[in-house]
């Protein structure tokens, strides 16, 4: 059974920085693409970054030069890096992997 496990979120001031992870389970995970999405109220989930399991990144146009995703195969997690966080990334970020779910993780971005 596929486990996806988000944490990190929380309230942040507009500037600030947060890193979510996501902590994988039942995959072998180092051969696995992986990505985070996000949904703010009212709005489609969106695509924020992906990261295949060879290295190669993709990422919104709206998270370029502030986002990173990485990974930790040996400890089968997939990190987001969040800087420069602005009120409009405000939203629930989401682990992906397939067809596979995170419960999601509440990230605020307000003063």
């Known amino acids: 059974q596929v486990q996806l496990v988000e944490s990190g979120g929380g309230l942040v001031q507009p500037g600030g920085s947060l890193r979510l992870s996501c902590a994988a389970s039942g995959i072998i995970f180092s051969i696995n693409d992986m990505a985070w999405y996000r949904q703010a109220p009212g709005k489609e989930r969106e695509l924020v970054a992906s990261?295949?399991?060879?290295?190669?990144?993709v990422y919104a146009d709206s998270v370029k030069g502030r986002f990173t995703i990485s990974r930790d195969n040996a400890k089968t997690t997939v990190y987001l890096q969040m800087m420069s966080l602005k009120p409009e990334d405000t939203a629930v970020y989401y682990c992906?992997?397939?067809?596979?779910w995170g419960q999601g993780t509440q990230v605020t971005v307000s003063s």
């Open positions: 992906n992997n397939a067809h596979h």
């Open positions: 990261l295949t399991w060879s290295g190669r990144t």
